[in-house]
């Protein structure tokens, strides 16, 4: 169950958490008219810092830009609101919603006279898919499901209303008894999870679906290409026939909630040797040094959250 804090930034103030509501008539709730954001904040040994926030923030405005909805606050605005936030609710890790959405005033779906609204909450969030799963691995299937058509749903926008198909997707899995759904795109390709971008490893050799494939474009998946060509591991963005994930060696789902979460099964299907795959793992252990602060930031994604003199004490 998810634990409030005790602030949430809305249009540059904070409000109390209980006072974060909305008219039932605003925009969004009929049309799904909002944009958001899922980042971390980890918990390091020199104190909080926020995951590739500046890359999180620019695909919100990406996201805004494509509905054309006004987002007023810049890059840095909202990055400084962030730590803010991180500051007086006293946290030192936690998981941040930025939401940007259509509000009160006309109840058409042309959004002519709907105020923009901007809040961001921060609360603890845990594993996504379990503690379990991160060293076990997901048992998973293939979604009934499609995922958003090109020229539909806008796949590069992280919007709300995108979510109506990843709950399908999700429903769908949980019902039948799996941890998760894989999604294929309009022309049967493998495209990503309900809430995670996808890899597949063979021979050495990893490989995810490209843009053109309905997939998000993740920040953890782009953590992952860069990890990987650091670590001299072979990556490719490349369509993948939907048989390519039963003759895997690994694959594993990463995203902001679920991380780096091997899978082990797809339809019952035994991936590799049923467990977490030595590239996963190396992935994932780099993964999670960075993030943890455990060794040095060489690619400058964390923000550190600046605490006032004698925080902590
Ligand atoms: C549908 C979908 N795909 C992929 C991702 C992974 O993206 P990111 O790594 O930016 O969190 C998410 C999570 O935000 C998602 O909801």
Not at 26 to 44: A, K, P
Request: charged share 20%; hydrophobic share 40%; with cysteine.
């Amino acid at each position: 169950m998810l634990k409030p804090t005790e602030k949430i930034w809305h249009n540059g103030r904070f409000i109390a958490w209980d006072d974060a509501k909305i008219h039932i008539l605003s925009h969004v709730t009929s049309y799904g008219s909002s944009v958001f954001e899922g980042v971390r904040c980890y918990s390091t040994p020199a104190g909080p810092a926020i995951f590739r926030v500046r890359e999180h923030l620019r695909r919100l405005h990406d996201s805004a830009k494509i509905y054309r909805i006004e987002l007023k606050y810049s890059i840095d605005q909202l990055t400084e609101a962030m730590a803010e936030l991180v500051r007086v609710n006293s946290m030192n890790s936690c998981y941040f919603r930025p939401l940007v959405l259509r509000g009160y005033g006309d109840v058409g779906v042309l959004p002519a006279q709907n105020p923009t609204e901007t809040y961001i909450a921060c609360w603890e969030w845990g594993k996504y898919l379990g503690e379990e799963a991160l060293a076990e691995g997901v048992d998973v299937c293939v979604s009934s499901w499609t995922r958003i058509a090109p020229n539909t749903l806008p796949a590069l926008a992280k919007a709300g209303a995108n979510y109506m198909n990843s709950q399908l997707i999700r429903m769908e899995a949980a019902i039948n008894g799996y941890a998760e759904g894989i999604a294929l795109d309009s022309s049967g390709y493998v495209s990503e999870g309900s809430g995670e971008n996808l890899f597949v490893v063979r021979d050495g050799k990893i490989t995810t679906p490209p843009l053109g494939a309905s997939v998000l474009p993740g920040i953890t998946r782009d953590t992952i290409i860069q990890l990987a060509q650091s670590l001299n591991i072979p990556v490719a963005e490349a369509l993948i026939p939907r048989e390519s994930l039963y003759i895997a060696d690994e694959a594993f789902f990463c995203g902001t909630a679920a991380e780096v979460t091997p899978i082990r099964s797809v339809d019952r299907i035994e991936i590799g040797k049923g467990k977490r795959g030595p590239i996963t793992e190396k992935l994932q252990r780099e993964f999670f040094a960075i993030v943890e602060g455990k060794v040095p930031d060489r690619f400058g994604w964390l923000t550190p959250v600046v605490q006032p003199v004698g925080a902590g004490r």
